[in-house]
């Protein structure tokens, strides 16, 4: 009788797959897994690591808070008004003789109907390079300078000492970036001069100014209403104010540009033509009048024809003469009409309270930064240390088994 175990089966062995064995598995905690009491201990042996980082961040956020220049937001809404119709072709007086017609024809493809601006295209217009260029040229009082000044005036003042010093320390790096940039670029473009002298091209210091005050204003228009609020933030609330009213300004005179454009090209081709038609007509009834006067009782049937043809002149120039005059005027009309497009529902006003910085939010977001960054370090010291230690048994193992032991 063989009292041997069973084949497969040896003393000592162990079933995995026994009651016994999957609780002793599960009373085993796994290396890899890591408990809250883990972490707690990682938290409090690194302790003064975490409250020293939490200390210095919330000392560069106070600072910060405090160093940073104070913003003030002003604010003004417009409302476009409702547009009248009409007011594209030329009065019908002129429509009836030949010349009348070639005018009314040529009026009409100047006039047409009016430029189409909808409340959505505002915030363009507001943004666009002509107003913010107007706006830059525009004198203000700036709160750190004694004397007014235009805003291109300001932006390219000579930097101070501070600032210079921070240039080439602190922003070294975005200063250099600026320095490729320009030298990438080359030398800008020169500004060209129009009839009028005004810049078609802005200058250096000019575009510098554009790009200072792209980041100052910001527009948006409410769908419903077609209201459209401007915002404006500067360096003090009286800035604010001023900079938002000229803004105001600016783009109401745009915009009275662009609805206009059509109607101030016709008002330009009739006062020519009128400016012509009122010469001819001089110089008709100067003809008229010499002739009048060298033959004053023309009896031979030549003189007679040649005196009907002179005076037939000056009524056609007399007609046409009457014809542009009104239709001058009522172009005229028509422009002064066209005018007011843009109602002002709220004007600007200096703000009471700052915008900018929040102080309490940027001393808690530093706060918190430091935290994070705090237990983070706490973390990597702590798994910096369990590889060195894991390094340091497997040596010592290595070496145990290196050296017989009896």
Not at 120 to 125: E, G, S
Not at 291 to 313: C, K
Not at 318 to 339: A, I, K
Not at 342 to 351: A, G
Request: charged share 25%; aromatic share 6%.
């Amino acid at each position: 009788m063989n009292d041997s175990a069973p084949q497969g089966q040896t003393e000592g062995s162990t079933d995995p797959t026994s009651p016994d064995n999957e609780a002793l598995g599960r009373r085993r905690p796994r290396e890899d897994e890591v408990s809250l009491l883990d972490i707690l201990l990682v938290l409090t042996r690194n302790k003064t690591l975490i409250v020293r980082t939490m200390l210095v961040f919330t000392l560069l956020g106070v600072t910060y808070a405090m160093l940073a220049p104070e913003e003030f937001t002003s604010e003004a809404r417009v409302v476009r008004e409702a547009q009248e119709g009409g007011g594209g072709g030329l009065p019908g007086g002129l429509s009836g003789g030949l010349a009348g017609g070639a005018l009314s024809g040529l009026g009409m493809s100047l006039g047409g109907t009016a430029s189409g601006l909808t409340p959505a295209a505002y915030p363009d217009v507001l943004q666009s390079r002509e107003v913010r260029l107007a706006v830059v040229r525009d004198t203000f009082r700036f709160p750190d300078v004694e004397k007014r000044m235009t805003y291109v005036e300001y932006v390219n003042r000579p930097a101070g000492s501070l600032s210079t010093v921070l240039d080439y320390t602190l922003w070294l790096p975005w200063t250099l970036k600026g320095l490729l940039g320009k030298a990438v670029s080359g030398s800008p473009a020169p500004a060209g001069m129009t009839d009028t002298g005004e810049l078609m091209i802005p200058s250096e210091e000019e575009d510098a100014a554009l790009k200072s005050i792209s980041n100052k204003i910001s527009a948006s228009v409410d769908e419903e209403t077609g209201l459209m609020t401007i915002s404006v933030t500067a360096g003090g609330p009286q800035l604010a104010a001023s900079v938002a009213e000229s803004f105001l300004d600016h783009f109401s005179t745009r915009v009275r540009e662009i609805r206009t454009e059509k109607v101030r090209e016709r008002l330009e081709f009739v006062e020519g033509r009128f400016e012509e038609a009122e010469q001819e007509l001089e110089a008709a009834e100067e003809r008229l009048a010499q002739f009048l006067e060298r033959n004053q009782n023309p009896t031979t049937a030549s003189l007679q024809f040649r005196r009907d043809r002179l005076q037939r002149q000056v009524s056609f120039k007399e007609q046409l003469y009457s014809e542009l005059q009104s239709q001058l005027t009522q172009t005229r009309l028509d422009l002064q009409r066209r005018q007011p497009v843009v109602t002002v529902v709220e004007k600007p006003l200096p703000p009471m309270n700052r915008s900018a910085p929040q102080r309490t939010l940027i001393v808690l977001l530093y706060l918190t930064l430091g935290g994070l960054i705090g237990i983070g370090g706490a973390f990597v010291s702590f798994f910096i240390g369990n590889i060195k230690d894991s390094q340091r048994r497997k040596k010592v193992c290595e070496i145990k088994r290196s050296i017989p032991i009896s």
